[in-house]
């Protein structure tokens, strides 16, 4: 499956998931009233009238307790993935650490977060975790947070710790995670039904021959039993959505790097280090099991969220065995593995690749491109190691510092036009202040003014993290901000808008990620003029006269409108038109973006080439809906 393909497979995992909720709901409701009719008819005493009112009021209370139940507990999650990595004991990892364990981990996941083309997530370690595990949480890619076990940094190699990241990467891109966000409320709710019924039997008095007393206390042994039943099928289903969902995540992380060692290592390691991938704090590891990497509860069977660990490793290594298992297991018990020593005895090798020269020139079709999103290679994450190491330190320096990525993102939006960079500068000034503005430009024109095309996309994704850090009301601010500077007029670049406007969804996402809504429900054929003037602008930003945009204009339509006649018409307010285009296109079904993405990559390429340039302004509007796209499109 593509990336589209999977989404509208998300999608109908998040409905199955929703139905499966009202059933058991449902069922609970039913079980409920069962035991009060039997409770009223042992009574005798309640009229049939009076009897439907009894058991429409305890229906009222059961859906009321598991609704609200599952409603509290997504609210607590509705800031996402750090939300839930606090929760477990996460700390987070500093952006300047010296720790070589956790220096190692963040240019792991660096380089991970470019090759996919989504922004660096939060980065968190469960300092008194021993085991080898992890789990990335959050509503969309924004707000992700990946955590690793401190056992984990340790007892894995670069390459095992970079298929454990790939591993968690998949689930961001896959589209998991929201789901997983839902499966905790789902059961919290169901579980409080029956935690309800033993507190009331904890708390309660039933002494005597009190009747009223009698009944309360069958309606809670009823709950209590209803509520705990509810929660054993309620497992099952969390059970059987993850298992499938980690068999996934395992295939696109060998997709990805391109080896099986790696994953194959890190899952023998779990295996065979005493530890395994057992939590210590196994109470606070249930709620979150589906999350983790590795079965950190010990569940088997039915409530089992991971297939069995030798499935998984003979799903890479076929011929693997049970005894080779066991024979690590012995080996492993008198010395246990050391990540960085092995590190030091494999040593580094040199991919090879290197930076294209901004005139390169890619061969590429539609199709492909569709292929490349959210869907990283080998390749990718090669190009990703050369990119983060090409990125200067004195800018690797201010994208990790809170005081200066401010300045340092909106330089990356100012225009070469300096009528249009002065109207910039009074914006930033008006809401940032002088000394921020004069920092901007000072930036934009020592250390951006070279800065290779192809860097600029991935320093705003190693700097976003850092952004997020700031206070909400900064954070409201800055968007503001951004908004201005990529909206002061029409002659701001096609490429510069879309970077502004890429940067803006994400920092909105960050402050209310609850509200990202992932998969949309619209047809191509309702958002037609968003399309087109979409279309219209990229192919003009891509050609140098009238005749060759109208001719890349029209084989764009041809993808994703292919019955649909819409005179080339670039908008006369620029790329401002842009604004009210972005919401539409977003909302767009999995399989009508797929077609736009097609339309996006014929227009700017309908030669059959792309320059670095086009590739780099066709990544970000990918970013901008929600379809990230790796650097370097080439292939080997």
């Known amino acids: 499956m593509?990336?589209?393909?999977?989404?509208a497979a998300a999608r109908k995992a998040s409905f199955r998931l929703l139905l499966l909720f009202a059933l058991a709901v449902l069922g609970i409701v039913l079980a409920v009233d069962f035991g009060v009719w039997i409770a009223i008819v042992a009574r005798d005493e309640a009229r049939p009238a009076q009897t439907l009112a009894i058991l429409g009021a305890v229906s009222l209370v059961v859906i009321a307790t598991i609704g609200l139940g599952s409603l509290y507990r997504i609210a607590t999650l509705r800031d996402g993935g750090e939300t839930v990595a606090r929760q477990m004991g996460g700390v987070p990892v500093p952006e300047q650490t010296r720790d070589p364990q956790l220096r190692r981990l963040r240019n792991v996941v660096e380089e991970i977060a470019i090759a996919s083309g989504v922004s660096m997530p939060k980065l968190y370690v469960l300092e008194h975790e021993a085991c080898i595990n992890a789990f990335a949480a959050g509503h969309a890619p924004a707000d992700a947070a990946v955590a690793?076990?401190?056992?984990?940094?340790?007892?894995?190699?670069?390459?095992?710790?970079?298929?454990?990241?790939?591993?968690?990467?998949?689930?961001?891109?896959?589209?998991?995670?929201?789901?997983?966000?839902?499966?905790?409320?789902?059961?919290?709710?169901?579980?409080?039904l029956g935690v309800a019924g033993r507190r009331i039997l904890e708390h309660g008095r039933f002494g005597g021959r009190d009747k009223g007393a009698a009944g309360v206390l069958v309606a809670a042994l009823v709950?209590?039993?209803?509520?705990?039943?509810?929660?054993?099928?309620?497992?099952?289903?969390?059970?059987?959505?993850?298992?499938?969902?980690?068999?996934?995540?395992?295939?696109?992380?060998?997709?990805?790097?391109?080896?099986?060692?790696?994953?194959?290592?890190?899952?023998?390691?779990?295996?065979g280090v005493g530890d395994g991938a057992t939590l210590a704090h196994r109470g606070d590891a249930e709620e979150v099991s589906h999350m983790l990497f590795g079965d950190g509860v010990g569940l088997t069977g039915l409530f089992a969220t991971h297939p069995p660990l030798l499935q998984r490793i003979q799903a890479l290594e076929p011929g693997f065995r049970?005894?080779?298992?066991?024979?690590?297991?012995?080996?492993?018990?008198?010395?246990?593995?050391?990540?960085?020593?092995?590190?030091a005895r494999l040593g580094l090798n040199d991919s090879g690749a290197r930076l294209p020269g901004a005139a390169s020139t890619f061969t590429v079709s539609p199709p492909m491109i569709v292929a490349q999103v959210a869907h990283p290679s080998g390749d990718d994450y090669r190009h990703a190691d050369v990119i983060v190491a090409t990125i200067p330190d004195a800018l690797r320096t201010l994208a990790a510092s809170r005081d200066d990525v401010v300045p340092l993102l909106l330089a990356l939006l100012l225009n070469e036009d300096a009528s249009v960079r002065a109207k910039q500068h009074a914006e930033i000034g008006a809401r940032l202040g002088r000394q921020?503005?004069?920092?901007?430009?000072?930036?934009?024109?020592?250390?951006?003014?070279?800065?290779?095309?192809?860097?600029?996309?991935?320093?705003?994704?190693?700097?976003?993290?850092?952004?997020?850090?700031?206070?909400?009301?900064?954070?409201?601010?800055?968007?503001?901000?951004l908004h201005a500077v990529v909206n002061t007029d029409g002659r701001v670049s096609v490429f510069e808008y879309a970077l502004g406007s890429l940067l803006q969804a994400q920092v909105r996402e960050s402050l209310d990620p609850s509200l990202h809504r992932p998969f949309g429900r619209g047809r191509a054929g309702h958002a037609k003029s968003a399309i087109a003037a979409l279309l219209a602008l990229v192919a003009q930003a891509g050609h140098d006269n009238d005749h060759d945009a109208l001719r890349a204009y029209l084989a764009g339509l041809q993808r994703v409108l292919p019955h649909e006649h819409i005179d080339?018409?670039?908008?006369?307010?620029?790329?401002?038109?842009?604004?009210?285009?972005?919401?539409?296109?977003?909302?767009?079904?999995?399989?009508?973006?797929?077609?736009?993405?097609?339309?996006?990559?014929?227009?700017?390429?309908?030669?059959?080439?792309?320059?670095?340039?086009?590739?780099e302004l066709l990544r970000t509007v990918c970013g901008v809906l929600h379809c990230p796209l790796p650097p370097m499109l080439e292939r080997r």
């Open 2 to 7: 593509n990336f589209f393909e999977r989404q």
């Open 148 to 192: 690793v076990t401190r056992g984990a940094l340790e007892r894995l190699n670069r390459d095992e710790l970079q298929g454990v990241i790939a591993h968690e990467f998949s689930h961001v891109l896959n589209g998991d995670m929201r789901l997983n966000i839902r499966l905790i409320g789902v059961l919290f709710g169901i579980l409080m």
């Open 223 to 271: 709950a209590m039993a209803v509520g705990y039943l509810g929660l054993f099928f309620g497992r099952m289903i969390k059970a059987g959505v993850s298992r499938s969902r980690e068999l996934l995540a395992d295939a696109s992380a060998v997709q990805f790097t391109r080896q099986t060692a790696g994953l194959a290592g890190a899952l023998k390691k779990i295996g």
């Open 322 to 343: 049970a005894d080779q298992l066991a024979n690590l297991q012995r080996k492993w018990m008198s010395e246990p593995p050391n990540g960085l020593e092995e590190d």
């Open 436 to 481: 921020t503005a004069v920092l901007t430009d000072a930036l934009r024109s020592e250390q951006l003014g070279g800065l290779h095309p192809m860097l600029r996309l991935p320093l705003a994704a190693l700097a976003f993290p850092v952004l997020r850090q700031r206070p909400r009301p900064e954070l409201n601010v800055v968007l503001d901000t």
């Open 568 to 615: 080339y018409a670039p908008p006369a307010e620029g790329v401002l038109a842009l604004e009210t285009v972005w919401p539409i296109l977003d909302a767009l079904a999995p399989d009508a973006k797929q077609a736009l993405v097609e339309a996006l990559t014929a227009a700017v390429s309908h030669d059959g080439r792309l320059r670095v340039a086009e590739a």
